[in-house]
């Protein structure tokens, strides 16, 4: 079994866990970690992009010139793509980029960036974060306790509504609970916070 230590919220050591191999000492599959990490942003673009043909942009309702007899090319509207201010041929248009990966592929992700983060000791055990009051003070003080002092990724359980609310103004911090995992913002944290009863709704989704 995989132990990690589980401290308290002041960063002394409360107890040692032991982790689920089949969740956190998979070995890494880089490939679907990239197809994960690709697919998610992906789903992020707006796709708002959008050009005008020349059925869009205004004017040319009429031949510039007839057909023959002038010397100069034919001519049909001033707004066709050859002309200053004619419509995009091909340009882009709005639309979705979003597409789905296969589950079992996703889930080998998120098994493998987590393992990773386990390997490479950036794994923090929380027993809880528990706060009277939501001041980003306080949270700001127990990540110190806890040497995390660079880009982090809280994870905590369903009910701490003061941690999410202490952590808003904390720009290289986000937290969300177990339900919201995902592989993106699990690769791009630096540290890998989570309280002891996520780790075990994380393991009861993955394993």
């Known amino acids: 079994m995989t132990k990690v230590a589980v401290l308290k919220q002041d960063g002394s050591k409360a107890s040692d866990l032991d982790l689920n191999e089949e969740v956190f000492a998979v070995e890494a599959n880089n490939a679907v970690i990239t197809d994960a990490v690709l697919m998610q942003r992906a789903s992020m673009r707006q796709g708002t992009h959008s050009v005008k043909n020349r059925s869009a942009v205004s004017g040319g309702g009429r031949k510039p010139w007839k057909q023959k007899g002038t010397g100069r090319a034919r001519q049909g509207s001033i707004r066709a793509p050859q002309w200053r201010g004619g419509g995009i041929v091909f340009g882009p248009t709005p639309r979705s980029y979003a597409y789905r990966i296969n589950k ?56 701490n509504e003061n941690a999410l609310r202490a952590a808003r103004n904390l720009a290289n911090v986000q937290v969300m609970t177990a339900a919201g995992v995902n592989v993106l913002d699990v690769v791009n944290a630096d540290k890998l916070v989570v309280v002891q009863s996520a780790i075990e709704e994380i393991q009861g989704g993955l394993a």
Do not use: G, R
């Open 104 to 159: 079992k592929a996703y889930n080998l992700a998120l098994k493998s960036a987590l393992s990773q983060k386990v390997a490479d000791n950036k794994l923090v055990v929380v027993d809880a974060l528990a706060f009277s009051e939501a001041k980003t003070k306080d949270f700001k003080q127990v990540l110190a306790n806890l040497a995390v002092d660079s880009k982090a990724l809280v994870i905590v359980d369903e009910n």
